[in-house]
């Protein structure tokens, strides 16, 4: 394989999985607001802050974590203040005590935070401004992804500003080297099949490992509303099926509700990081797949996911569990030593039937959302088996999977916006 090439994939799986602490859009809330904190240097007298409509979307519905069991951008923003540590990024709430939690709530209840909705933004859009009583002030401001803050303004003087790169401070500012647009199906699989097994576990092995365990916890313990669980207690745990849909649904059972455990996101999310992971490592053990050939398998599953994404964006009305599920069944194909064609055709397969499941926000629902679309993904890998997949022309499928791809990121990118739209009105109860 190309040097150049191999070197952009293994970038973007170190870009995109990263550990996070709690669903990431209300750490990234806590995130901006813990650095806003840090460079105002002085006791804070009032935080404002400001948010595109799908990071309201995907904090209102979700408890914060270490919060004791809040919801809402003023918690995310004012115990990222309070308790936050700047330098941990999406692990930002890690270090938060008692202490802070008892702050944060009297500050609640003094109004002390002021939330807007801004439009014509970025979906991925946060700005937070904090303002001390002797004068002083801070400004952050973050876009496209969960760590990345663009720009930083200390008492009027800006600090950094990416659209200015005579401003800019490099240390500030996430460097990205992988390039998405490079990537294709097929250089995905060459990748995968060449990629030296030393280059990925170093990547790989905290997504098993923490994934797991925020499994684990959620299939012991009744967090959220226990799809998981439920999975278990109805099918039992002889069908690798029902395992791989429930380990993935338990993840996000407790993720949603508060779990402090940290998982290994995909494309800036937990539940797509923890959707991506678990049905192949339930797979593995099932076939008693060697350790190389999980690595690659996961690789092959996080990379299609990314692959989809690239097209749909981070945050749309477009569910990111399909498209995680469906770089699952991939990974499970490899597992299966299918063929190229095998995976292409299970891509169609999945991403022609529930391609159009909404994101209505990050809430304990989306459990069961993991749980259709890892069932429904399993399905498309099985029909592909069977050489029974759909057609180009019927719907949005197109000539090749990766034409179809490129259509269901447009429905989603564009088609789906009025959606997103309508989505957030729904729940402001505009």
Known sequence: MDEMLYQNHLALLKQNLKLALGCTEPIAVAYASAKARELL???????????????????????????????????????????????????????????????TAQLLEQNFCCCR???????????????????????????????????IEKDGTVLLDQQNPVTAAPAEAET??????????????????????????????AQITCNSAISEEGLKNAWGTQVGRTLLEIYGDDDVRVRARAAAAAG???????????????????????TVTLPVVEYARALNASEEKLYRALALSNLV??????????????????????????????LQDESFAIICDTIVNSIATIGGMVCDGAKPSCAAK??????????????????????????????TAEETIKSVGR????????????????????
């Open 41 to 103: 240097g002085t006791e804070p007298c009032k935080l404002t802050v400001e948010c595109s409509g799908n990071i309201i979307k995907n904090v209102n519905g979700v408890v914060v974590p270490n919060s004791d069991q809040m919801k809402g951008v003023d918690v995310a923003a004012v115990l990222g203040m309070v308790g936050g540590d700047a330098s941990r990024q999406l692990e930002v709430l890690q270090g938060v005590t008692k202490e802070h939690i008892a702050k």
């Open 117 to 151: 909705l801004v439009e014509g933004v970025e979906n991925l859009y946060i700005r937070v401004f904090i303002e001390s009583a002797d004068g002083h002030n801070a400004e952050v401001v973050m876009r496209d992804y969960h760590t990345n803050i663009t720009h």
């Open 176 to 205: 990205t080297s992988g390039r998405p647009e490079l990537m294709t199906l097929q250089n995905i699989v060459e990748f995968v099949n060449e990629v030296k097994l030393e280059d990925l576990k170093p990547i790989l092995s």
């Open 252 to 274: 996000s059972d407790a993720r949603m509700s508060g779990c402090t455990l940290p998982a290994v996101i995909n494309s800036g999310s937990g539940n797509q990081g923890i």
């Open 305 to 334: 996911s990314i692959q989809q994404k690239k097209y749909i964006g981070s945050l749309s009305a477009y569910c990111g569990a399909v498209s995680a599920a469906t770089g699952a069944a991939c990974g499970i194909a490899y």
């Open 370 to 399: 993991i749980s259709v679309a890892v069932e429904n993904a399993l399905n498309a890998l099985e029909m592909a088996k069977r050489k029974r997949a759909f057609q180009p022309g019927e719907g949005i499928v197109k000539e």
């Open 411 to 430: 429905m989603a990118r564009e088609g789906m916006r009025s959606t997103d739209v309508e989505i957030l009105n729904i729940m402001l109860n505009n």
